[in-house]
């Protein structure tokens, strides 16, 4: 699997080499890629279905428990084949729609890398490599959301976008780190049996909080779920694949993966349970005022969304069941519906929905295609998107305590999807035909070929549900709930409850579509305040993060060298203080004042020239103290044996000095600009950086500190580097790419003050 992976990352970097001189046939030449990867998986098909687990382990980083370890079971071939099948669909689609955008051939690298990422993810069973994947699937987002970076809109959303699944995306990494303490390994298998002791440790919540938080803005559950439709600034294809069909699915994908292990309290499943139950209801009612194709068939996806998370809150046999048949749905209708909606724009120039009508004439397969997508949405039998509806409200019925509050507000729900795919699957191709900015033809075959094809899927998912569905049902839900469901997938179940819920729910969004302006009218006058705005929240929490940036740059980063180094000075000594004077036996370091009379006589000269450097009102003399620091310095070495740091010592306090005395003219006078207060807290600052300096060379000079690492170098000086200064021969032998390094960089920073000095700027008032 590693190497359908690598296999996938390297077909996306070539994309432009290619996509350049056969940009007219680089549809079909794209939809390749995505193919062989649905067809290496879609071959191990019966073997998973059969009950085996494949798993592949790759050594990444083993001293951490890092790995790239794969594990292929019923859940992950599920959306494997979802985003390779879509991918098809959508890298051949994109190959006409893009045609006449600029820079289409990065479009595909981005694509295709967050194809590969998702399929990374979604077979990963180590947590540090999903969350890379995860990460990865972030950051193509982003550049496929602004890839019209021209517009002020697609930027400002792709980065909502990225802030808002990227800070998400740190909250799950946090709740990993802490389950990987609790089980002592990062491999997510390794936890199908630690459910109870996982359930009982201290950091339990604070885990569940975490990994939801982290599905939440990847899946745009409330409170998170305003980027989503802001997403559809993307094109169309990046509409269709990520924000419908795979990567919104990604965190849904990881609350079902985490089941097993973090399930089964009412922490657990209340939370996904109220929050998608919310979500579904929530999205639904915002889509009614929208007029946009693409939005509308945003908010009927977070609503699907929702009822997906709220089916693994009830997690009985029958909610995953009803999980496992409407996602499969789902991402085959709002795949369609979205390449449909592209259509529209791409052949009609306009994607307001009052605007279109009347184009079935103009784009007959188009047509043919929106009604077949449309039914299954609907939920019209015997489209697989009817068995879907069915089982889920077979399953809400089972709940005891909110059963009929939860099939209430699904109805609501549905009924306004049932609306939406009126207003889009319907109203654009019926009744009288209106006029658009282009005038309307069909699309070429490259743009209708995959949304036919996945418009049939639906058509024979319905009609034989357990040829295509079944085999993998009980294999998926081993993974989610450890147990085979053992439930046959019908597509007529007879006259009962549920198919009158089905009727009504028709019936419902039916009449909500006719008197849908009425409704808008009296829904004008009312405003929600912006407080209960999620999205406002949003935009609170930015401005103030960017409003403290511009507080810190302003305080930290002002250009100031002297309040850097106060910064630096300050923080540092801070933070080491309180770990140095937790040390045992700190205060009881007994100094060795046994000196020599020219030790003293040096240590007098220093603090002499010291305090000469501190009170001179002349540069002169100051620049002289320093150097008589410095060259005093270099006569310690030289008494404790270390000849060549003495040399290394005077070598560059002759040059300091010289440096120091060329400049000196180009200064101003010296005068003392300083306050008082300035020059306490300096007098405060340095004090303190002393103190701290000299207790830390007391503290590691009294105690006797144990490395392996020094007798290893003391014991192979003399044979291995032929010296018995084991300084030099660690800095010139067991060390010598660092001290070649750092010979370069002196090398490339003396050619540049070369060059610096030897610039000369033209003159630009010629």
Do not use: C
Request: aromatic share 12%; hydrophobic share 55%.
């Amino acid at each position: 699997m590693l190497n359908l992976i690598l296999i996938g990352f390297a077909a996306s970097a070539i994309a432009p080499f290619i996509y350049k001189p056969l940009k007219n046939y680089f549809g079909w030449i794209a939809a390749t890629f995505p193919l062989y990867i649905f067809l290496s998986f879609i071959s191990r098909y019966n073997q998973i279905a059969g009950g085996d687990i494949i798993r592949e382990t790759f050594n990444w980083i083993p001293s951490l428990g890092i790995n790239f370890t794969f594990l292929l079971d019923g859940l992950s071939l599920t959306f494997v084949l979802i985003i390779t099948l879509i991918g098809v669909v959508v890298f051949l689609y994109a190959g006409a729609y893009m045609k006449d955008y600029d820079h289409a051939d990065r479009f595909f690298v981005y694509i295709g890398i967050f194809m590969t990422s998702m399929v990374g993810m979604v077979i990963s069973d180590n947590m540090i490599t999903l969350f890379v994947f995860w990460e990865l699937t972030s950051i193509t987002s982003y550049l496929l959301i602004g890839f019209n970076h021209h517009k002020e809109k697609s930027r400002k959303y792709a980065l909502q976008a990225l802030l808002v699944t990227g800070g998400g995306g740190l909250a799950l990494m946090a709740g990993f780190i802490l389950l990987s303490q609790i089980s002592g390994s990062l491999e997510i298998s390794s936890l199908y049996d630690l459910n109870e002791t996982i359930r009982n440790a201290p950091t339990y919540t604070a885990i569940v909080i975490l990994v939801l938080i982290g599905a939440f803005t990847k899946s745009a559950q409330f409170p998170f779920q305003f980027w989503l439709p802001n997403a559809m600034e993307a094109p169309t294809p990046v509409s269709a694949y990520l924000h419908s069909a795979t990567m919104v699915k990604a965190g849904i994908y990881l609350i079902a993966r985490m089941n097993h292990s973090l399930g089964g309290s009412a922490l657990w499943q209340d939370t996904i349970l109220i929050v998608g139950a919310i979500t579904m209801l929530f999205a639904a009612t915002l889509s009614f005022n929208q007029m946009d194709l693409k939005k509308l068939l945003a908010y009927s996806t977070l609503s699907v969304l929702g009822t997906l998370t709220m089916l693994l809150g009830i997690g009985s046999k029958l909610a995953i069941k009803a999980f496992f048949i409407y996602i499969i749905a789902h991402s085959l209708y709002k795949g369609t519906l979205f390449l449909v909606a592209g259509i529209l724009d791409h052949e009609t120039g306009t994607r307001d929905v009052s605007k279109l009508g009347g184009l079935r004439k103009h784009l007959p397969i188009t047509t043919v295609i929106a009604a077949l997508a449309s039914f299954s949405m609907m939920g019209i039998i015997p489209l697989v998107g009817f068995i879907g509806k069915e089982t889920v409200y077979s399953a809400i019925l089972e709940v005891d305590y909110w059963g009929l509050f939860l099939l209430s507000i699904s109805v609501i729900a549905n009924a306004l999807i049932v609306m939406i795919t009126i207003l889009v699957g319907f109203k654009p191709f019926w009744g009288k035909l209106l006029s658009t900015p282009k005038a309307p033809h069909e699309a070429p075959i490259k743009m209708w070929l995959g949304p036919l094809a996945l418009a049939v899927l639906g058509l024979l998912m319905g009609i034989f549900p357990n040829v295509f569905i079944g085999r993998l049902l009980d294999q998926s839900a081993i993974s989610i709930i450890s147990e085979k469901l053992e439930l046959p997938i019908k597509l007529w179940h007879g006259f009962n409850f549920v198919l009158l819920m089905s009727f009504v729910t028709l019936l419902l969004g039916v009449g909500v579509y006719y008197f849908r302006t009425k409704i808008l009218h009296i829904a004008q006058n009312l405003k929600i305040k912006n407080i209960f705005k999620p999205s406002e929240w949003y935009e609170f929490l930015l401005n103030g993060m960017m409003s403290f940036a511009k507080l810190q740059t302003k305080v930290l980063q002002n250009g100031y060298l002297r309040n850097y180094i106060i910064f630096i000075l300050v923080t540092a000594v801070s933070l080491a203080s309180l770990a140095l004077f937790k040390v045992e036996n700190l205060f009881r370091i007994t100094p060795d004042f046994s000196i020599t009379f020219y030790e003293s006589a040096i240590v007098i000269i220093i603090v002499l020239a010291t305090f000469m450097v501190i009170i001179s009102d002349s540069r002169l003399k100051s620049i002289v103290g320093i150097g008589v620091v410095g060259f005093t310095m270099g006569i310690i070495f030289i008494i404790h044996s270390a000849p060549d740091l003495a040399l290394t010592t005077f070598a560059i306090e002759t040059l300091t000095v010289i440096l120091f005395v060329l400049v000196l003219y180009k200064l101003p006078k010296f005068l003392p600009f300083s306050k008082s207060y300035s020059r306490l807290r300096d007098i405060i600052i340095a004090s303190s950086v002393g103190l701290f300096m000299t207790l830390v060379v007391l503290y590691i000079t009294s105690i006797e500190l144990q490395s392996e690492l020094k007798k290893f170098y003391t014991d192979n000086s003399v044979p291995g580097g032929k010296g018995r200064n084991v300084v030099n021969v660690i800095l010139v032998d067991f060390r010598a790419i660092d001290t070649l390094g750092e010979i370069t960089v002196l090398a490339i920073a003396a050619i540049g003050v070369f060059a610096l000095l030897k610039l000369k700027l033209e003159d630009r008032n010629k």
